[in-house]
């Protein structure tokens, strides 16, 4: 089973367009990551958020935690085409453990 | 420097046979872990492997296994293939928290 659940499922958005989505996990956690994959690829890693930051920007992504909410969420700004991929959180547990959401998918159109 | 290779890419087996996956990580990389993604699992940790010990292991069955060698590289193998073993096989290394992931072994077992 996997440790969180990530809203929305899908996501279709405009190229200009902002694109959210949330994450939420079950157990206390070292530190949250988000992960991009393209159909059906390797992931690529975006970016990295510890247990005691709030929030943490990298070029157009935007991350957030609520350690109090177990959430968290990942904002991409100005979306292009590119972004189209399916976007992954993974949390870390205590034990190193790197535990996935089930992802959403983007579809950015021109 | 390069980054995790994964061999082979893609591989058809029969039920009942075994196959062995191999991951070379980034030089420098101790850890190695390997990853099984399925439509219906989504992504699900397998085990890692850290300077020749598997140091965490998920919920799989015995069927399967994995080791590293003394340059890092590693193998998974799974025994007594089932359809339900059909799956992206991803492999990453790290040197610390972030993980880099290979372009994965679709493995397809008919």
């Known amino acids: 089973s996997q440790q969180g659940e990530e809203d929305p499922q899908a996501l279709s958005i405009q190229e200009g367009e902002n694109a959210t989505m949330n994450c939420s996990y079950k157990t206390s956690i070292n530190n949250l990551q988000w992960y991009r994959q393209n159909s059906g690829r390797g992931l690529v890693h975006l970016i990295l958020?510890?247990?005691?930051?709030r929030e943490k920007h990298s070029g157009r992504l935007r991350v957030t935690l609520d350690t109090s909410k177990k959430s968290s969420s990942l904002l991409i700004t100005a979306s292009r085409a590119a972004d189209t991929a399916s976007y992954f959180c993974?949390?870390?547990?205590?034990?190193?453990?790197?535990?996935f959401g089930a992802g959403t998918q983007v579809v950015v159109t021109p | 420097k390069a980054g995790v290779t994964q061999t082979p890419r893609y591989l058809i087996k029969t039920r009942g046979q075994q196959v062995t996956l191999s991951c070379s990580p980034i030089s420098g990389h101790r850890s190695v872990s390997w990853y099984q993604q399925t439509p219906g699992q989504g992504l699900q940790f397998l085990f890692e492997y850290f300077s020749e010990t598997q140091r965490n292991k998920g919920n799989f069955p015995g069927r399967f296994s994995g080791r590293q060698f003394s340059n890092s590289r590693s193998e998974m193998n799974v025994s007594t293939l089932e359809l339900g073993d059909s799956a992206l096989y991803l492999c990453?290394?790290?040197?610390?928290?972030?993980?880099?992931f290979g372009p994965g072994t679709r493995l397809t077992v008919t």
């Open positions: 958020i510890r247990s005691n930051e």
């Open positions: 990453a290394s790290s040197s610390g928290s972030e993980q880099y």
């Open positions: 993974a949390s870390t547990d205590s034990w190193g453990k790197l535990q």
